[in-house]
C-alpha cells in the first residue's frame, strides 16, 4: 500500500487468476469511508471531464452505458431521453466557459447542459457515425458559485437521438479587455 496525496494505492503482483475475470476481495476494518472524486481544474482553468468519471442516471428505462477500454473510453447506448449524465467538479473559478463534447452519432440530437441553476440548450451535430468522433463548440456557460459543483447533460425529450460520448470540456473565455492587459 502507498500513499499518494490523501489517496491510498494498492498495487497487487503477479498474474491474474483468470484473464477475463478475475476477483479482488479487500477486507477493511470499521466502515470504508468512501470520497467523491471531483473533478479539478488544470493549471489554465480547462475542464475536461471525461466519459470514464461520468455518473450514468436513469430513472426509468435503460441507462447509458460505459463502453471501451481503459485508454479509450465512451457513453453509448444512450438511447432513453430520460436517462443524464452527471460529473461533479469542484476548484472552477466564477466566469464564462466555452463548452466544447467530443461525440459521435448519426443523427443531429439536442439536450440541455446544466451547471448548478445555469442552462444551456445545446445541439450535438451529426458525424459519420457513432465511432466518428469530433470535437464540436456547443457555446458558452456561465460557473457563478464556487466549491462543488455538479455539470449535468439532459436530453431534450422531443430533439433526442442517441450520441456516443467521450469527454465535455469547460475551456475559460478571456475578454478582449483581459487579453490587452496581458500583453
Given amino acids: 500500500v502507498a500513499e499518494e496525496g490523501d489517496s491510498k494505492i494498492i498495487t497487487i503482483g503477479g498474474k491474474a ?49 460505459l463502453q471501451g477500454q481503459a485508454d479509450s473510453k465512451w457513453i453509448g447506448c444512450w438511447t432513453n431521453n430520460e436517462a443524464w449524465l452527471g460529473w461533479d467538479f469542484a476548484g472552477a473559478k466564477p466566469g464564462t466557459y466555452e463548452v466544447m463534447a467530443d461525440v459521435g452519432s448519426p443523427d443531429e440530437s439536442k439536450a440541455t447542459l446544466e451547471i448548478e441553476k445555469e442552462k444551456l440548450l445545446v445541439t450535438f451535430a451529426k458525424t459519420k457515425g457513432y465511432h466518428d468522433y469530433q470535437s464540436q463548440v456547443l457555446g458558452q456557460i456561465q460557473i457563478t458559485g464556487e466549491g ?35 500583453n
Fill in 17 to 65: 487468476p483468470d484473464p477475463v475475470i478475475s476477483v479482488v476481495v479487500l477486507e477493511v476494518e470499521g466502515a470504508p469511508e468512501v470520497v467523491p472524486v471531483l473533478i479539478k481544474p488544470t493549471a489554465d482553468g480547462t475542464i475536461a471531464f471525461r466519459a470514464g468519471l461520468a455518473d450514468l442516471r436513469a430513472d426509468h428505462g435503460g441507462s447509458p452505458q
Fill in 148 to 182: 462543488e459543483q455538479q455539470l449535468a447533460i439532459r436530453p431534450d425529450k422531443d430533439g433526442w437521438k442517441a450520441v456516443n460520448l467521450k469527454q465535455v470540456t469547460l475551456r475559460p473565455v478571456t475578454s478582449n479587455k483581459e487579453d490587452k492587459t496581458k
